[in-house]
């Protein structure tokens, strides 16, 4: 299970105001996407859901409780960030392997070894599992990025515009298996885009971010179709 909701979120940096009294809700499984230009407040969102940035007022509930009273793995949220944050000295084998041989997971280097043979087929890049990340291209590292993010099955996936360095035809074919990935898995998505196709083709519910409130929120359909 992994609800989420913002109740009256305001945040401020200085004289902006990133954040004006947001409330949404995000439901178990649902890929939601959070769409608005340049500055709308849509990284905001994202950070102070992931406890990386704390509101000046309203809070974030997690399945009805509190998020800011939970650890870092009862949060359970991977983050794809627009710039890549990759060991660039690691491999790519060994930078997918990371939050897998965290000491308190316990999992047997063969299933690691399975683990991201998967993944890594998904994304497309068994070819580069030896080579180190620095040696990569714009878009190659961003889909190990993506690839570090979905092999420990995180309960929540937040992705800030994990498409947007990619070619044309890569990103056509990440959207469809980014969405495939997340209904066979069910985790709860929030994916940040300025790109209205994007947010067509790909969610479940929209919200439409703009001078730090919501404009609009409601399916491609509600949003797109009616007059
Ligand atoms: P978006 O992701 O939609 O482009 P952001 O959430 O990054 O928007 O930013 C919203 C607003 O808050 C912008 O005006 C931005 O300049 C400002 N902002 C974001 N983070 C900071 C920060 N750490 N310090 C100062 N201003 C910030
Ligand atoms: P986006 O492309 O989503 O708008 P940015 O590139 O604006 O994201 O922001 C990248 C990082 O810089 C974020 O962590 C954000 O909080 C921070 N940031 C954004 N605007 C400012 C700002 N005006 N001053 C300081 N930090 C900022």
Known sequence: MANIELKNITKRFAKTTALADVSFDIRDGEFFVLLGPS???????????????????????????????????????????????LYPTMTVFDNLAFPLRAPSRQIPEAS???????????????????????????????????????????????????????????????????KHLQKTRASTTLFVTHDQIEALTMADRIAVLNNGKVVQIGTPHDIYDRP
Request: aromatic share 6%.
């Open 39 to 85: 500055g709308a407040g849509k990284t905001t969102t994202l950070r102070v859901i992931a406890g990386l940035e704390q509101p000046d007022s309203g809070g974030v509930l997690f399945d009805g409780a509190p998020a800011d009273a939970m650890t870092t793995p009862e949060r359970d949220v991977a983050f794809v960030f627009q710039q890549y944050s």
């Open 112 to 178: 690691i070894k399975e683990r991201i043979g998967e993944v890594a087929e998904k994304l497309r890049i068994t070819h580069l599992l030896d080579r180190k990340t620095a040696r990569l291209s714009g878009g190659e590292m961003q889909r190990v990025s993506i690839g570090r993010a979905i092999v420990r099955d995180p309960r929540i996936f937040l992705m800030d515009e994990p498409l947007s360095n990619l070619d044309f035809k890569l990103r056509e074919a990440l959207r469809v298996e980014l």
